[in-house]
């Protein structure tokens, strides 16, 4: 399995909460994406990078920024939560954009009342 | 737009069974595809990927088809257990952007 941690797991959350979900990688890859997976909308692709401070958004940005100031490291911020963001938020690596398959982690389940 | 899509909502077979998941795909340009597992509670695990210079890679007890002239991917189970119970998404590069087009999924179900 790929070396990729998110922490936490679980978390509830109030409204108007700032929330950080974290992703930790051990494979070096240049790659780092995250996803939110919602009932009948599948994975959706809420940003990635593409090196240290280097990022971009995905298809549903609103509400959410990224930080990697290492390449282990991407964090994923919900400067203030709405219960619009509940979901299960998935990260993932790759070593190349579109030649090799991304990894994914186990996730982070976000409850926000 | 471009899109990846099953034609399966639900499998459901016997264990020992060869499982068969279809998966149709819109971008005749596409040339890397990709299956992904996954079970409940868990991220998607990668199983198989394909490239489209091929018709055909296998993998252990699984085999990914390519069919590029009507635009579809199977993925075969071989002698189904029931730890293959679980949701199975194939998967798509967006060609110059950082995504992947996932189909809906397809859920296996494995009984004994």
């Known amino acids: 399995d790929a070396g990729i941690t998110q922490s936490p797991r679980h978390k509830v959350t109030e409204t108007g909460t700032p929330v950080t979900l974290r992703c930790h990688q051990t494979?070096?890859?240049?790659?780092m994406y995250w996803y939110r997976q919602d009932p009948g909308h599948g994975l959706r692709l809420i940003h990635y990078?593409?090196?240290?401070?280097?990022?971009d958004k995905g298809e549903v940005s609103d509400g959410y920024s990224v930080s990697r100031s290492k390449t282990e490291d991407f964090l994923l911020t919900l400067e203030s939560a709405t219960s619009s963001q509940t979901s299960v938020y998935f990260c993932?690596?790759?070593?190349?954009?579109?030649?090799?398959?991304?990894?994914f982690g186990d996730g982070t389940r976000l409850s926000i009342l | 737009g471009e899109s990846v899509g099953l034609h399966l909502p639900t499998l459901s077979v016997q264990e020992g069974d060869n499982s068969i998941i279809n998966c149709a795909y819109s971008?005749?340009?596409?040339?890397?595809f990709i299956w992904y597992k996954q079970e409940s509670g868990k991220g998607p695990q990668f199983i198989i990927d394909?490239?489209?210079?091929?018709d055909k890679r296998q993998g252990q007890r699984v085999t990914v088809l390519l069919n590029k002239t009507v635009k579809h991917l199977s993925l075969q189970i071989a002698a189904t257990q029931p730890g293959d119970s679980a949701v199975y998404f194939c998967?798509?590069?967006?060609?110059?952007?950082?995504?992947?087009?996932f189909g809906a999924g397809t859920r296996l179900a494995v009984h004994p």
């Open positions: 993932a690596i790759s070593a190349a954009r579109e030649s090799q398959p991304q990894h």
């Open positions: 494979e070096n890859h240049r790659y």
């Open positions: 990078s593409y090196g240290v401070k280097d990022t």
């Open positions: 971008n005749s340009a596409s040339d890397y």
């Open positions: 394909i490239r489209s210079n091929m």
């Open positions: 998967a798509e590069p967006l060609r110059g952007y950082n995504k992947l087009i």
